[in-house]
């Protein structure tokens, strides 16, 4: 006999996903209509102005792809990358590896600038790279490094990208929403995101934006892109605005209306009060830890608010802690992972996570479950 599924209430203080809005929840149960409905055609442009809203950017190659953010990873780098292509890519953690992974499937090189996890990108070491690669077509980097709570200065690596004409291509997976990011005025070229971090939506859906000069690259390519689910060229002609829609794929209408409705909240708090709203908390929550005698594995100038890696003390078992947390408070944290596993905690204060109720019930949750 089947048995319908009901999930435990937890609280969502880890990595992602965040704890979701019970208006983004509602939103998801609203009768199911056609994709090509004349009404689901007005929510897919109202949901690409709250998107170039969300990146600060007027590109109208701005969507969501109709999957998790590894997939707007995977489409940013099939359109833009071709047989023989160089990328710089900067890796300071997990993510900067899978954009290796990307660029060598795409038949590219890729020109690794590495930095230890824990640490953000240096551009002097990407300025190196990018003398000595004068054939680079792009530079990929991580905005917000979730495996590591390291913010890397990405105004800074796209400026350095340009004077070398090389694209600037962003993740943007855990950043969007949490801290200050502007597409347009950073001139950032391609960037990716994820709707389960800071923007408190289900999981599952990749915002992804494309300038009119990366625009440019994929309309003039030498190949075709060689996914055809991910093929911007096709992607534009269903999500392109005041022409006739062609179908492409269906999309999941229901998550599409709790993305409207995450991005409608964060329109509502503003895009400058929801980056201030997570560093406040995260003040907090650091001023609680340190009170506690824990320390923060990130250096203060290089911190993500909405993720805190905090170092595990000598002697606590890491995972014990972890498990604790979560069958005596129903509450989720992160850990370490590669070079940091067993050595540091990943606390999670995005979108609708990141308040005051999250912090205190967290600092009461350690001081209970610590030796
Ligand atoms: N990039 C970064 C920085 C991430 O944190 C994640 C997920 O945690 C991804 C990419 C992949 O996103 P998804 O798990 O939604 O496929």
């Not at 290796?100 to 790279?129: F, H, I, L, Q, Y």
């Not at 992804?208 to 390519?221: G, H, L, M, N, T």
């Not at 560093?279 to 340190?290: C, F, I, M």
Request: net charge negative.
């Amino acid at each position: 006999m089947t048995k319908t599924f009901y999930p435990p209430h937890r609280v969502l203080m880890g990595p992602g996903p965040s704890d979701v809005s019970p208006r983004v929840l509602e939103a998801l149960g609203r009768p199911t209509i056609g994709h090509l409905d004349p009404a689901f055609i007005g929510l897919m442009d109202d949901i690409k102005r709250l998107l170039q809203y969300a990146f600060q950017t007027e590109n109208e190659l701005t969507l969501p792809v109709s999957a998790p953010g590894s997939a707007g990873m995977e489409a940013v780098f099939v359109n833009l990358v071709q047989a023989g292509d160089k990328v710089i890519v900067c890796q300071n953690g997990a993510f900067g590896g899978r954009m290796k992974e990307n660029v060598e499937r795409c038949g590219g090189t890729a020109v690794m600038v590495s930095s230890e996890w824990g640490a953000a990108v240096d551009p002097g070491k990407v300025e190196e790279a990018l003398l000595a690669n004068p054939d680079a077509v792009a530079v990929a980097f991580v905005h917000a490094e979730t495996s590591t709570g390291v913010r890397s200065d990405a105004k800074s690596l796209a400026a350095l990208a340009h004077q070398h004409d090389c694209l600037a291509i962003v993740d943007a997976v855990t950043s969007l929403g949490g801290i200050e990011l502007k597409v347009d005025e950073w001139e950032i070229d391609a960037i990716y995101s994820g709707t389960q971090k800071c923007l408190s939506c289900v999981p599952g859906i990749s915002p992804v934006s494309f300038s009119p000069r990366a625009v440019e690259r994929i309309k003039s390519r030498r190949e075709r892109v060689q996914s055809w689910f991910l093929d911007m060229n096709l992607i534009m002609d269903y999500w392109g605005s005041g022409q006739k829609r062609s179908y492409h794929h269906t999309a999941p209408v229901n998550a599409m209306y709790a993305l409207h409705e995450a991005l409608s909240i964060l329109e509502e708090e503003g895009l400058e009060q929801s980056w201030a709203r997570h560093a406040q908390h995260h003040h907090t929550l650091v001023e609680g830890l340190e009170a506690m005698g824990l320390q923060m594995a990130v250096a203060k100038e290089s911190r993500l608010p909405q993720l805190n890696a905090v170092k595990v003390p000598e002697g606590v078992d890491e995972t014990a802690i972890r498990n604790a947390l979560l069958s005596d408070w129903n509450l989720e944290i992160g850990a370490g992972l590669g070079p940091l596993a067993g050595q540091i905690w990943r606390i999670g204060l995005m979108g609708h996570s990141a308040d005051a109720t999250h912090v205190r019930l967290l600092m009461a949750a350690l001081q209970d479950v610590l030796p």
